[in-house]
């Protein structure tokens, strides 16, 4: 068994030097002041070379000057063509590769036969994003991903995604410097004010900017435990739809005292049973006659439509702020009972058929288990974002346990269904101008 493994080793450590000799031809035709550079230095050797040969044989009638001659060439060409292999491996292999390597053994991602992933290619994405390519030498992506830890500690990183490349023999490791993640604090950037697109920014992450397209996940869930920033962040998004001129609307059961019409204007704000029901009736009916326009026009959804017709269909985005106000029945009335099950029926209609008529529904809650969200309105919100939490709420919002090592004492702080840890903007009332 032991000489199986150091025969594979041996051909490995060939097919190693083959592939680094073949990247680094790669690089070199890539970028051509490399070879402008092996030219200058080759040149200096050869020069160098003759420049003595002719110091060593430059006396009258030396016999043995024509083989000092040819031995110096000889010796030029050699010295020469081993720059040439040293400098062409040398850059093929990225900067610090071994030590990267040696770093990876040490947190145990090895094979059977003992080897080590091999470091093929550094890139730099969006700062300060970076990204290590590795061949993977038949190590599974689920043995990186359960020594993730052990990977950030040797390398001294901490790891934004890991996922395979160009096919299941390449891995790829994106992340950030230790000392170089996201920032604690993230004051509200008044430049998305005058940068109106169709897309909602949430904040930051190692990734850039992070931005919601309602015309792809046309609804969004916001979880978390209390104090996580929920309300803060839909603010912000609640904010960015004002500018944008849709029909919004905001369900609060707690008495809407975070939407003050001081400071937010004409918001109409929703704060019991009878007006939401009424309000959701209303959707449903726009709901009703924008598909029956769809059907008559060809169209397949709104923004088709308003491409093709100069009186467009406005965007409508309808805020519930924790959720579980409206829709946990624990300890409610007959008559309350009655009238939560109508508004679910009406939430999950928008939910199933609101994408195509420009109806969007942003949902926050601490916990939203079966009790307030049902599985029929839950299964069509695609985008779902959580602050801290347990493990059991991490997996109810994003079916995962990510959210759960979120740091504690953040706000603000979030994991989205992309397995990216964001930094939502810090929003104030102060910010709003409308």
Request: glycine share 6%.
């Amino acid at each position: 068994m032991y000489r199986e493994a150091e025969n594979i080793r041996s051909e490995t450590r060939f097919v190693n030097a083959v592939e680094t000799v073949s990247l680094g031809v790669g690089k070199i035709k890539r970028q051509p002041i490399r070879l402008i550079v092996l030219a200058i230095i080759v040149l200096s050797e050869i020069v160098i070379c003759l420049t003595r040969c002719n110091a060593e044989t430059d006396v009258a009638n030396d016999p043995l000057a024509p083989l000092v001659q040819i031995a110096s060439v000889i010796e030029a060409v050699l010295i020469s063509s081993l720059t040439v292999v040293i400098y062409v491996y040398v850059s093929g292999r990225p900067p610090m590769a071994l030590w990267t390597e040696h770093c990876l053994r040490r947190a145990g991602i090895v094979n059977r036969a003992g080897e080590t992933p091999r470091l093929i290619r550094r890139e730099h994405h969006r700062r300060p994003l970076q990204c290590l390519i590795f061949r993977s030498r038949g190590i599974s992506l689920d043995l990186w991903l359960e020594r993730q830890a052990a990977i950030e500690t040797a390398l001294n990183i901490s790891i934004a995604d890991i996922q395979y490349g160009r096919g299941t023999h390449e891995i790829l490791i994106y992340y950030v410097p230790a000392t170089g993640g996201l920032p604690t604090y993230l004051p509200w950037d008044k430049s998305i004010a005058n940068n109106i697109t169709n897309q909602l920014t949430v904040g930051v992450s190692v990734f850039g900017r992070e931005t919601i397209d309602l015309e792809v996940t046309p609804h969004v869930l916001i979880g978390g435990s209390t104090g996580s920033g929920k309300t803060v962040l839909m603010k912000v998004l609640l904010y960015q739809c004002l500018l944008r001129c849709y029909q919004v609307y905001v369900v609060d059961f707690k008495g809407g005292l975070d939407y003050s019409k001081t400071v937010w204007g004409t918001l109409q704000v929703y704060t019991n049973y009878d007006e939401t029901l009424c309000l959701l009736q209303g959707l449903l009916n726009i709901l009703s006659s924008r598909i029956q326009a769809l059907k008559e026009t060809g169209c397949k959804n709104t923004m088709e439509y308003n491409r093709e017709h100069a009186r467009g269909l406005p965007c409508i985005v309808l805020f519930c702020d924790e959720l579980a106000e409206m829709t946990d029945k624990t300890g409610a009335s007959k008559e309350d009972k009655a009238a939560i099950d109508e508004l679910i029926k009406s939430l999950s209609t928008i939910a199933r058929l609101g994408r195509a008529a420009g109806i969007h529904l942003i949902l926050g809650t601490q916990r939203p288990d079966a009790n307030v969200l049902p599985g029929q309105i839950k299964n069509n919100v695609d985008y779902r974002i959580c602050g801290r939490a347990d493990d059991v709420l991490s997996r109810i919002v994003l079916d995962n346990d990510l959210a759960a090592s979120l740091p504690k004492t953040l706000q603000g702080r979030f994991v989205n269904t992309d397995g990216h840890e964001i930094q939502a903007y810090y929003f104030t009332d102060d910010d709003v101008i409308l």
